[in-house]
């Protein structure tokens, strides 16, 4: 290996990703191919393994690949309207993904009280007769 590059496997630890994802991210486009060894060993630069980073932190805000791929390809000459939309999009779809969770959790809390309400009665308490019957009647 030459200067401070590192394998598939290094570089994967280094930006917080698997070695499948690193490859991935090369086959699709996002890394542009990386130099190999001699024996065809893929290496990775310092440069490329902050990219990895950048790919991992874009992910974790819900970026999709297709997203990164446009950002990563565009460079700094990103439209700032382009991201100014990009990140009002992101912002929506995670609001709306909360909200879903929200309602989630008041029904999941909901059908708890009702199946704590049949055990305190001594009743026998089913959640599949809950869900079918009692979500239809649910506040939430």
């Excluded at 290094?10 to 890394?31: D, F, N």
């Excluded at 999009?89 to 879903?100: C, F, K, L, P």
């Excluded at 009280?113 to 809950?130: H, K, P, T």
Aim: aromatic content about 4%; glycine content about 6%; charged content about 30%.
């Amino acid at each position: 290996m030459l200067g401070d590059a590192v394998t598939v496997g290094e570089a994967a630890r280094r930006a917080g990703l698997s070695p499948k994802a690193v490859r991935l991210y090369e086959a699709i486009g996002i890394l542009a191919p990386v130099a190999r060894t001699p024996s065809g060993y893929r290496t990775y630069t310092p440069d490329q393994i902050e990219l990895l980073r950048f790919v991992r932190r874009a992910r974790a805000l819900g970026l999709s690949l297709g997203d990164i791929q446009h950002l990563v390809a565009a460079g700094r000459r990103e439209p700032a309207p382009h991201l100014v939309e990009l990140l009002e999009r992101q912002v929506r779809a995670t609001q709306a993904r909360m909200d879903e969770l929200a309602h989630r959790r008041d029904m999941l809390a909901w059908l708890l009280e009702r199946a704590r309400d049949g055990v305190r009665r001594d009743e026998q308490v089913r959640l599949c007769r809950l869900v079918t019957s009692d979500c239809s009647r649910s506040p939430v």
